[in-house]
């Protein structure tokens, strides 16, 4: 059985239709990315998988099924008991996600209790800086002491990696985790996101622009455009096979070492 299916979602917001007739089967172990330029749906349809669509948004046609069943009408408390624990979200900047009145330890010592709602802090704390420790970052017990601003973008990223990864959820939806990093950083965090699907058996749905590292770590590319699915296939089918004009203008439009030079 697939673990996600999305069956002809149409989502609007008010009277006006962003997405219509979105169609995915993922597939065990798989790894997933959305592409296409800004304004496209991308985003939307991965809110729509967690039930976050903001202002008024709304699935108005077709269904979403996690495991089998349908995600939609689910009410705020089955909600809040799947969030975070079956499916995770990281977002572009998973910085600007955090109070920056607080620290790393007290965000995250109240995500785990909200969870776990026995679990001492003392034990929230612990198990927060081996999950810190586990994804690279060096002593996670002076990162949960530390403010958001006092961290680089590629630590804030690992800790939002961290906080989604903390009950090994079946589905981590990734929303342009890279877009806001430096080279060498996006880099690790792509490895970074290998090594997830790798050893905690993920599946990875992720949001982007960037058509280079969607190929590096895609198993399956879905092309978007103007709300709809453009084109899809395996990586190797889109990157080389594929006959549709848009995704040619997209790979056209990835820069490129060589060429002449003028001075």
Same mark, same amino acid.
């Given at each position: 059985?697939?673990?996600?299916?999305?069956?002809?979602?149409?989502?609007?917001?008010?009277?006006?239709?962003?997405?219509?007739?979105?169609?995915?089967?993922?597939?065990?172990?798989?790894?997933?990315?959305?592409? *296409?330029?800004?304004?496209?749906?991308?985003?939307?349809?991965?809110?729509?998988?967690?039930?976050?669509? =903001?202002?008024? *948004?709304?699935?108005? *046609?077709?269904?979403?099924?996690?495991?089998?069943?349908?995600?939609? *009408?689910?009410?705020?408390?089955?909600?809040?008991?799947?969030?975070?624990?079956?499916?995770?979200?990281?977002?572009?900047?998973?910085?600007?996600?955090?109070?920056?009145?607080?620290?790393?330890?007290?965000?995250?010592?109240?995500?785990?209790?909200?969870?776990?709602?026995?679990?001492?802090?003392?034990?929230?704390?612990?198990?927060?800086?081996?999950?810190?420790?586990?994804?690279?970052? =060096?002593?996670?017990?002076?990162?949960?002491?530390?403010?958001?601003?006092?961290?680089?973008?590629?630590?804030?990223?690992?800790?939002?990696?961290?906080?989604?990864?903390?009950?090994?959820?079946?589905?981590?939806?990734?929303?342009?985790?890279?877009?806001?990093?430096?080279?060498?950083?996006?880099?690790?965090?792509?490895?970074?996101?290998?090594?997830?699907?790798?050893?905690?058996?993920?599946?990875?749905?992720?949001?982007? $622009?960037?058509?280079?590292?969607?190929?590096?770590?895609?198993?399956?590319?879905?092309?978007?455009?103007?709300?709809?699915?453009?084109?899809?296939?395996?990586?190797?089918?889109?990157? $080389? $096979?594929?006959?549709?004009?848009?995704?040619?203008?997209?790979?056209?439009?990835? =820069?490129?070492?060589?060429?002449?030079?003028?001075?």
């Amino acid at each position: 059985m697939a673990l996600l299916e999305i069956k002809n979602a149409c989502i609007s917001y008010g009277s006006r239709e962003i997405v219509k007739d979105f169609n995915l089967t993922l597939e065990p172990g798989q790894l997933c990315s959305i592409v *296409g330029e800004s304004g496209s749906g991308k985003t939307t349809v991965i809110r729509a998988v967690l039930g976050l669509l =903001p202002g008024g *948004g709304k699935v108005t *046609g077709g269904d979403i099924l996690f495991e089998g069943n349908s995600l939609l *009408g689910k009410s705020k408390e089955e909600w809040r008991k799947l969030r975070g624990t079956e499916i995770s979200m990281i977002f572009q900047d998973s910085g600007a996600m955090m109070n920056p009145t607080r620290k790393i330890g007290a965000s995250y010592v109240e995500y785990i209790r909200t969870h776990e709602k026995d679990i001492s802090k003392q034990d929230a704390w612990d198990k927060a800086v081996r999950m810190l420790e586990r994804m690279r970052l =060096p002593s996670g017990d002076n990162i949960m002491r530390s403010y958001p601003f006092q961290l680089s973008g590629g630590m804030r990223q690992r800790v939002g990696i961290a906080m989604g990864m903390t009950y090994e959820p079946k589905l981590l939806l990734a929303d342009e985790p890279t877009s806001a990093l430096d080279v060498t950083t996006q880099a690790q965090i792509i490895r970074q996101f290998m090594e997830l699907r790798d050893d905690f058996g993920t599946n990875i749905i992720m949001v982007t $622009h960037n058509l280079g590292v969607a190929a590096y770590m895609s198993d399956y590319l879905i092309v978007m455009k103007d709300g709809l699915i453009e084109d899809q296939g395996d990586r190797d089918y889109i990157l $080389h $096979h594929s006959e549709n004009a848009y995704t040619k203008m997209l790979l056209d439009a990835v =820069p490129s070492l060589g060429g002449e030079r003028y001075v």
